[in-house]
DNA sequence: GGACGCATGATCCGATCATT
DNA sequence: AATGATCGGATCATGCGTCC
C-alpha cells in the first residue's frame, strides 16, 4: 500500500511498503532525493545496481529509467521519504541564490550523500509531514532546506542540480541496446533519446529494420530465453527483469516466439 | 507457482498532412 | 528534404479467472 500524502504534483512524498515490493519499472522524472528510514531498497540503474539501507539519503538524478525493490525490515515496514526538486524549483532557487546554470552533468546518475545527522534530523522533519496538512508555503520551504542542505554537505552535487539540460539527440542503437529491460513506452524513449516520436520511429526503423514495439518484445524475449537456459532462472524471476510486466502474458509470448514455454526451456 | 484463455483498454504503427 | 503532429485501424499488454 503506497501512502502518498499530498494534493497535486507533490513535491514531498512518504513512502510505506508493509511487504516485498518490486516496483514496476519506474521513470525517474526529476531530481529526487530519497531517505531510507526503514528497510532496504535495491535499485537498478542502467550503470550499476545499489543496494541502499535505512539511514542512506540518495539524490536521483531525473531523466533516467531505474527498477526499484523495497525490502521491509523483519517484522516491519519499508519507510522512505522523498522530495523531488522540480525544474522550476531548482530555477528560482538558482536565481535566489546565485547559482549558474551547469554544464551537461555526466556523472553518475544515482549519488549516496554522505552520512550526516543534519540529513537525519532533516529526513525527520520531513517524515512527521505525513500526519498533518501540507501546505505550499511549507513544502516550498522544505524543498529550499533540502538545496541548502544538498550545497552545505554535497557540493559535488550541484553540477548534478542544476543542470537544466533537455535530453540531446543521442546514439539510439546504444541506447536502445542498454535500455531495452526497462519497460517504459515509445513516447519517454522518444524524449529520453532527444527525439520527437515521429523522428523516434523513423530513426529506429533506419538502424533496427523493425518497428520499436516489435524489436522491443524481441529483444527481451531473447535476453529472457537467454537468462532461463544459461542462468537457470525461472519464468516469475525473469520476466520483471526483461521488461515485460505480467506474468501471464509473458509467458504466452515465450511460447508464441519459441514453441514452448519457459518451464521446459 | 506456473500456464493458458479471454475481454478490454492502452499502445503502437504507418500513412498522411503541416511546418520549417 | 527533414522534422513534427495527428489519425484510425491494428495490435498488444494487462488484469482477471481457471486449471493443474
Redesign the pocket.
Known amino acids: 500500500m503506497r501512502i502518498a500524502k499530498n494534493k497535486d504534483i507533490s513535491q514531498l512524498l512518504y513512502s510505506c511498503y508493509p511487504e516485498k515490493s518490486r516496483q514496476?519499472d519506474s521513470f525517474v522524472k526529476e531530481h529526487v532525493l530519497i531517505r531510507i528510514l526503514s528497510g532496504n531498497m535495491i535499485l537498478h540503474s542502467i550503470s550499476a545496481t545499489y543496494n541502499f539501507t535505512s539511514g542512506d539519503t540518495v539524490l536521483l538524478k531525473r531523466n533516467q529509467l531505474v527498477k526499484m525493490t523495497r525490502i521491509p525490515p523483519a517484522n516491519g515496514k519499508y519507510e522512505s521519504v522523498s522530495v523531488y526538486f522540480d525544474q522550476g524549483a531548482l530555477k528560482s532557487f538558482a536565481a535566489e541564490n546565485n547559482i549558474h546554470p551547469q554544464p551537461i552533468y555526466t556523472g553518475s546518475p544515482v549519488v549516496l550523500l554522505t552520512a550526516n545527522t543534519l540529513y537525519t534530523s532533516y529526513a525527520s522533519s520531513l517524515a512527521a509531514y505525513q500526519q498533518g496538512e501540507t501546505n505550499q508555503g511549507l513544502t516550498g520551504l522544505k524543498v529550499k532546506e533540502g538545496l541548502m542542505l544538498i550545497l552545505h554537505l554535497d557540493q559535488a552535487a550541484t553540477a548534478l542540480l542544476f543542470d537544466f539540460q533537455e535530453p540531446e539527440?543521442t546514439d539510439l542503437e546504444e541506447y536502445m541496446n542498454t535500455h531495452f529491460r526497462f519497460?517504459?513506452?515509445?513516447?519517454?524513449?522518444a524524449y529520453l533519446t532527444g527525439?520527437?516520436?515521429?523522428?523516434?520511429?523513423?530513426?529506429?526503423?533506419k538502424i533496427f529494420n523493425?518497428?520499436?514495439?516489435?524489436?522491443?518484445?524481441q529483444r527481451?524475449l531473447k535476453e529472457a530465453y537467454h537468462l532461463i537456459r544459461e542462468k537457470r532462472m525461472?519464468?516469475?524471476?525473469v520476466y520483471l527483469e526483461v521488461?515485460?510486466?505480467?506474468?501471464?502474458?509473458?509467458?504466452?509470448?515465450?511460447?508464441n516466439k519459441f514453441g514452448?514455454?519457459?518451464?521446459?526451456i
Open positions: 514496476p539527440k519497460n517504459t513506452g515509445t513516447e519517454r524513449l527525439r520527437s516520436l515521429a523522428t523516434f520511429k523513423r530513426d529506429f526503423t523493425t518497428s520499436p514495439g516489435k524489436w522491443l518484445q527481451r525461472k519464468a516469475s524471476e521488461g515485460f510486466e505480467d506474468l501471464s502474458h509473458f509467458s504466452f509470448a515465450f511460447k514452448q514455454p519457459p518451464s521446459l
